[in-house]
């Protein structure tokens, strides 16, 4: 069987290459592969910065963002053959620890976890894969050409969760959010801020392209330049930040209403800035601000996700895919492009 593999930590070493066809042992669920996202996470682990093989193996498939047809389901599996379904990249660690074994391994508190296309365990870069049926989540019919943005919005519904968990430790009843970062991450943050019924701005630094026009048909507002532009009219409630820049980070705290909360999911690279940590500190006591870092995902924000995409317009959904490349030509996948919002590599042989 046909997969994308890499050795992980070692540069250039990513190529289509055969591997064993799944085993039973690896799900009760084989499913055909039909497409997988491209991050930022999948870019470190190509250019070796990233990334665990499984045990006793030089190379890892890779691909978390997944999405693929069931061709085979034990019955009374809740699944069937023809399903959409997306696979879950975290697994609990062995241990396990609290947070695990409550189910929660999206927080895990001993990084023993596992994950699938990142650490220890086979990706969904591959013609075909097999998943526990437990860790499958169906999708709509009607997302087969966007389903595979349902991985980025389970990590978005987390943070929209912690954001709403946080706000209810008090009277709460937001208005407004900023989100700054028009990637994937961001515009599918603006859309579940839309679905809130929220004033939703969002922040990036194109002035061009069509980020813009997608923000603007989702009903919220685009801006350009810095934090102290976009919330000229209002003070956010809520900020999600999604660029992971260091100015950005602290010029958003800076930024919130009274009560505000922002929650961080960019990981950012090392970048010296000088801030008044004193006037930073005043501005959140003063203000009962909350900060909060949310990365992954569990099942509830997976099945949170599949909710939202089926609610979501899926010609708007669609725009966010701006390239699709088929396997074999896997390598323009990691090449950027202005334009470029979510690029994807298609799996089907239909397709390539
Ligand atoms: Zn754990």
Same mark, same amino acid.
């Given at each position: 069987m046909r997969a994308l593999t890499v050795v992980p930590l070692k540069k250039d070493s990513l190529a289509v290459t055969d591997v064993p066809d799944p085993e039973r042992g690896d799900g009760d669920l084989l499913v055909d592969g039909l497409a997988v996202g491209v991050c930022g996470t999948d870019k470190e682990i190509? %250019?070796?910065? &990233? #990334?665990w093989a499984p045990p006793g193996r030089e190379r890892l498939v890779i691909g978390h963002e997944s999405l693929g047809r069931v061709r085979q389901a034990p019955d009374g599996s809740g699944f069937s053959p023809g399903d959409l379904v997306v696979g879950v990249v975290r697994r609990p660690d062995p241990v396990p620890c609290g947070a695990c074994a409550h189910e929660q391994f999206d927080? /895990?508190? +001993? +990084?023993? &976890? @596992? *994950?699938?296309? $990142?650490? *220890?365990i086979d990706g969904y870069a591959s013609r075909s894969w097999r998943v526990e049926a437990g860790y499958a989540v169906k999708l709509d019919p009607a997302l087969a050409g966007v389903g595979v943005l349902m991985e980025p919005t389970s990590v978005v519904a987390k943070a929209w969760e912690q954001v *709403?968990? $946080?706000? =209810?430790?008090?009277?709460?009843e937001p208005r407004t959010v900023l989100v700054t970062g028009a990637g994937p991450i961001g515009l599918l943050a603006a859309l579940l801020g839309v679905q809130r019924g929220l004033d939703v701005h969002v922040l990036d630094r194109a002035t061009g392209g069509p980020k813009p026009r997608i923000v603007g048909d989702l009903g919220a507002t685009y801006h350009h330049g810095? !934090? #102290?532009? %976009? !919330?000229a009219s209002a003070r956010p409630d809520v900020v999600i930040e999604a660029t992971g820049s260091g100015r950005v980070v602290f010029d958003a $705290? %800076? =930024? @919130? %209403?009274? &009560? #505000?909360? !922002? /929650?961080? @999911? #960019?990981?950012s690279s090392a970048h010296r800035l000088t801030v008044d940590a004193g006037d930073l500190n005043r501005e959140i006591v003063l203000e009962n601000d909350a900060i909060?870092?949310? !990365? +992954?995902a569990n099942l509830t924000h997976y099945s949170a996700a599949a909710d939202a995409l089926a609610k979501a317009d899926p010609d708007w959904l669609r725009r966010l895919i701006s390239r699709q490349v088929p396997l074999e030509r896997f390598s323009e996948a990691f090449t950027h492009r202005p334009d470029d919002i979510k690029v994807v590599i298609t799996l089907d042989e239909t397709a390539s």
């Open positions: 190509v %250019a070796g910065q &990233y #990334g927080m /895990c508190r +001993n +990084n023993r &976890y @596992t *994950e699938r296309g $990142i650490k *220890e *709403e968990r $946080i706000g =209810a430790r008090a009277w709460f810095g !934090v #102290g532009d %976009a !919330v $705290i %800076a =930024a @919130t %209403a009274p &009560y #505000g909360i !922002v /929650c961080l @999911t #960019g990981v909060v870092g949310s !990365v +992954n």
